[in-house]
Protein backbone atom coordinates (compact mmCIF):
# COMPACT_ATOMS: atom_id res chain seq x y z
CA UNK A 1 0.00 0.00 0.00
CA UNK A 2 1.51 3.13 -0.74
CA UNK A 3 1.68 6.51 1.25
CA UNK A 4 1.98 10.17 -0.68
CA UNK A 5 1.88 13.23 1.17
CA UNK A 6 1.83 16.26 0.08
CA UNK A 7 3.17 19.77 1.30
CA UNK A 8 4.04 23.00 -0.25
CA UNK A 9 0.61 24.34 -0.39
CA UNK A 10 -0.12 27.84 1.02
CA UNK A 11 -1.28 31.33 0.13
CA UNK A 12 0.04 33.41 -2.34
CA UNK A 13 -0.44 36.61 -4.92
CA UNK A 14 -1.12 36.82 -8.77
CA UNK A 15 2.15 36.31 -10.42
CA UNK A 16 3.78 34.22 -7.50
CA UNK A 17 5.54 30.90 -7.16
CA UNK A 18 5.26 28.11 -5.04
CA UNK A 19 6.90 24.25 -4.77
CA UNK A 20 4.97 21.55 -4.04
CA UNK A 21 6.51 18.31 -3.01
CA UNK A 22 5.07 14.85 -2.87
CA UNK A 23 6.77 12.32 -0.53
CA UNK A 24 6.17 8.33 -1.73
CA UNK A 25 6.31 5.72 0.58
CA UNK A 26 5.51 1.87 -0.25
CA UNK A 27 5.75 2.52 -4.56
CA UNK A 28 8.34 2.51 -6.71
CA UNK A 29 8.51 4.64 -9.85
CA UNK A 30 8.49 2.39 -12.51
CA UNK A 31 6.20 1.41 -15.46
CA UNK A 32 3.40 4.30 -15.42
CA UNK A 33 3.48 8.29 -14.53
CA UNK A 34 3.27 10.13 -11.56
CA UNK A 35 1.14 13.23 -11.89
CA UNK A 36 -0.44 16.39 -10.22
CA UNK A 37 -4.37 16.88 -10.35
CA UNK A 38 -6.29 19.32 -8.76
CA UNK A 39 -10.09 20.37 -7.58
CA UNK A 40 -11.32 23.65 -7.17
CA UNK A 41 -14.38 24.40 -5.39
CA UNK A 42 -17.55 23.22 -7.57
CA UNK A 43 -15.29 21.64 -10.31
CA UNK A 44 -14.48 18.32 -11.11
CA UNK A 45 -10.67 16.86 -9.84
CA UNK A 46 -8.27 17.37 -13.11
CA UNK A 47 -4.84 16.14 -14.62
CA UNK A 48 -2.43 18.67 -14.83
CA UNK A 49 0.88 17.23 -14.75
CA UNK A 50 2.40 14.08 -15.43
CA UNK A 51 5.85 12.33 -15.77
CA UNK A 52 7.12 9.03 -17.43
CA UNK A 53 10.02 7.23 -15.62
CA UNK A 54 11.99 8.63 -18.92
CA UNK A 55 11.24 11.80 -17.87
CA UNK A 56 8.70 12.74 -20.62
CA UNK A 57 6.22 14.85 -19.09
CA UNK A 58 2.83 15.99 -20.08
CA UNK A 59 0.72 19.31 -18.95
CA UNK A 60 -2.83 20.78 -19.00
CA UNK A 61 -2.94 23.71 -21.65
CA UNK A 62 -3.88 26.02 -18.62
CA UNK A 63 -0.86 25.03 -16.87
CA UNK A 64 2.25 24.55 -19.99
CA UNK A 65 4.53 27.06 -19.80
CA UNK A 66 4.42 27.63 -16.02
CA UNK A 67 4.21 24.49 -13.76
CA UNK A 68 6.91 22.44 -14.09
CA UNK A 69 6.91 18.88 -12.75
CA UNK A 70 10.23 16.47 -11.87
CA UNK A 71 10.48 13.76 -9.21
CA UNK A 72 13.50 12.97 -6.99
CA UNK A 73 13.65 9.04 -7.36
CA UNK A 74 16.31 8.83 -4.61
CA UNK A 75 14.28 10.41 -2.75
CA UNK A 76 11.28 8.79 -3.79
CA UNK A 77 9.86 12.53 -4.22
CA UNK A 78 7.49 14.09 -6.57
CA UNK A 79 7.65 17.77 -7.09
CA UNK A 80 5.35 20.67 -8.80
CA UNK A 81 7.40 23.57 -9.51
CA UNK A 82 4.54 26.42 -9.77
CA UNK A 83 5.31 30.04 -10.84
CA UNK A 84 3.44 32.95 -12.72
CA UNK A 85 0.26 31.80 -10.52
CA UNK A 86 -3.16 32.94 -11.56
CA UNK A 87 -6.62 33.40 -9.57
CA UNK A 88 -7.79 30.71 -11.64
CA UNK A 89 -5.10 28.14 -9.81
CA UNK A 90 -6.65 28.27 -6.41
CA UNK A 91 -7.90 24.85 -6.06
CA UNK A 92 -6.87 21.43 -3.47
CA UNK A 93 -3.84 19.74 -5.27
CA UNK A 94 -3.08 16.28 -5.28
CA UNK A 95 -0.21 13.70 -6.06
CA UNK A 96 -0.82 10.36 -7.82
CA UNK A 97 1.21 7.51 -8.20
CA UNK A 98 0.34 4.63 -10.65
CA UNK A 99 -1.14 6.64 -13.02
CA UNK A 100 -1.55 5.23 -16.62
CA UNK A 101 0.19 7.97 -18.73
CA UNK A 102 -2.08 11.06 -19.94
CA UNK A 103 -3.12 10.89 -24.09
CA UNK A 104 -4.81 12.28 -25.95
CA UNK A 105 -6.07 14.89 -23.26
CA UNK A 106 -7.35 12.16 -21.52
CA UNK A 107 -6.30 11.48 -17.89
CA UNK A 108 -7.19 7.94 -16.39
CA UNK A 109 -7.38 8.07 -12.50
CA UNK A 110 -4.42 6.83 -10.78
CA UNK A 111 -4.39 3.79 -8.31
CA UNK A 112 -2.82 5.98 -5.59
CA UNK A 113 -3.78 9.81 -4.03
CA UNK A 114 -2.18 11.66 -1.83
CA UNK A 115 -4.40 13.92 0.85
CA UNK A 116 -3.96 17.08 -0.96
CA UNK A 117 -2.53 20.26 -0.27
CA UNK A 118 -4.44 23.89 -0.69
CA UNK A 119 -3.50 26.29 -3.23
CA UNK A 120 -4.75 29.53 -2.71
CA UNK A 121 -4.11 32.38 -4.99
CA UNK A 122 -5.21 35.96 -4.66
CA UNK A 123 -5.97 38.95 -6.82
Known amino acids: QAHLIESGGGSVQAGGSLKLSCAVA????????MGWFRQAPGKEREGIAA???????TYKDSVKGRFTISTDNAKNTLYLQMSSLKPEDTAMYYC?????????????????WGQGTQVTVSS
Open 26 to 33: GYSFSGYC
Open 51 to 57: IKTDNTT
Open 96 to 112: AARLPCPKGGVWPGPLY
